[in-house]
């Protein structure tokens, strides 16, 4: 079984272990199921092949080593961590193929996308300074509508905060976004943080303009870590050829992939065409070890 120490975004570093069939089957099965919360499954797997920290990074309660807390740690941490794995179990990990449906509506053609994980995604550090932060608890700050607005970076639980949010505040997907990662507002009150930024039920403000949402996205953006997601996908008809931007989809990203089930398919195909066109059946003696499927179980 291969392992590996992954540096992450934030600075910390973990050792990981490839993903079981075990994993792989669980995984295969919460996914085909409705009910499973599919982001809850992704961070258990993560949590399952996860074998510890090596550095603590800016994670004052991981200093010393020991249990990984996926909760407590950065967003960014958690994507890197599952693109890591990803690439450590399968052999061909670092092409990830999703599906596509080109947005041009005349168009609309659906095909299957390879990104190279390797290449295409881009990968923010954390800062120094906003380490520093981390590690003693402090807030960041950004001036936006002639308010101070006090932030944290965005924390693998905020998912749940978010959904909480969503439910109370229904419809008011850009405000709640924002709010997940609000701690507070000078001179605005707690219970009209909503109201402020988008000027929705009662309370005394008008909500922000486009703009100033777009910067508060931007300055919470600018100090966090993590894997920008967004991708620039071209359309396979060529009669098309429009290029768009769209958001990376991480269902499919630690299981083996079509591509390679597919390659898998062909290679069988292509061995069983050959073995009958010599019309000699395979030697009894030959095969299973030399597999290249078979070889890497350990
Ligand atoms: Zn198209």
Request: with cysteine.
């Amino acid at each position: 079984m291969r392992t590996e120490t992954i540096a992450l975004p934030s600075g910390a570093a973990i050792t990981l272990r490839q993903i079981s069939l075990k994993e792989e089957n669980y995984l295969a099965g919460a996914l085909r199921s409705r009910r499973a919360n599919q982001d809850k499954v992704l961070v258990d797997v993560v949590n399952r092949c996860c074998q510890g920290f090596e550095e603590p990074g800016p994670y004052p309660w991981a200093e010393g080593g020991g249990k990984v807390n996926w909760q407590e740690m950065l967003q960014g941490d958690l994507i890197a961590a599952m693109i890591g794995l990803r690439k450590l179990s399968y052999r061909e990990g670092k092409d990830y193929e999703i599906d596509v449906k080109c947005p041009n509506r005349v168009c609309n053609h659906k095909f299957g996308y390879i990104i190279d994980l390797d290449k295409d995604l881009f990968f923010q550090k954390l800062s120094e300074e906003s380490a520093r932060k981390l590690r003693e608890d402090e807030t960041f700050t950004v001036k936006i509508g002639g308010k101070t607005v006090h932030f944290k970076l965005g924390y693998v639980k905020d998912d749940q905060f978010h959904e909480k949010l969503e439910k109370r505040f229904p419809g008011r997907g850009m405000a709640t976004m924002l709010r997940t990662q609000i701690v507070r507002i000078d001179e605005v009150d707690s219970k009209d943080m909503m109201n402020w930024l988008d000027g929705e039920g009662n309370g005394p403000y008008e909500g922000l303009l486009a703009d100033d949402a777009e910067d508060m996205r931007e300055a919470f953006f600018a100090v966090d870590c993590g894997v920008d997601t967004e991708v620039e996908v071209e359309c396979s008809r060529s009669a098309c050829g429009n290029v768009f931007n769209m958001d990376l989809p991480f269902e499919g990203m630690l299981s083996p992939g079509r591509t390679m089930a597919r390659k898998r398919k062909m290679r069988r195909q292509t061995e069983m065409r050959d073995a009958g066109k010599e019309g000699s059946p395979k030697p009894p003696d030959a095969e299973p070890e030399a597999d290249s499927e078979t070889s890497s179980a350990d």
